[in-house]
């Protein structure tokens, strides 16, 4: 399965025009493949204009931040359940 989005917001609003922030957008694309013995994931987000991300206080910058994110993972049936791992790397950049 693999799936994309785009979403925008848009920042019309006199502090945005003060701080000269332009609208905000991220490109998202996410996939997994089922191996049957494993199922494998790969997720990753390229954004610009962000002056915090989803919600947390990971970082806030009035003039925005752009940076990427990504995550890679592997889930595998183990002792009647299952077991899952992943790697993530996050980058924020002005």
């Known amino acids: 399965m693999v799936a994309f989005g785009i979403e925008t917001i848009n920042q019309a609003q006199p502090q945005a025009d003060r701080n000269g922030l332009d609208d905000s957008i991220s490109y998202n694309l996410g996939a997994n493949y089922n191996a049957c013995w494993a199922k494998f994931f790969f997720y990753t987000q390229i954004f610009e204009n962000y ?7 990971t970082f806030s910058l009035d003039g925005g931040v752009d940076g990427y994110g990504v ?3 592997v889930e595998v049936p183990a002792f009647g359940g299952a077991v899952m791992a992943g790697r993530l790397r996050r980058e924020p950049r002005r």
């Open 71 to 73: 995550n890679v993972g």
């Open 51 to 57: 002056t915090s991300a989803a919600k947390t206080t």
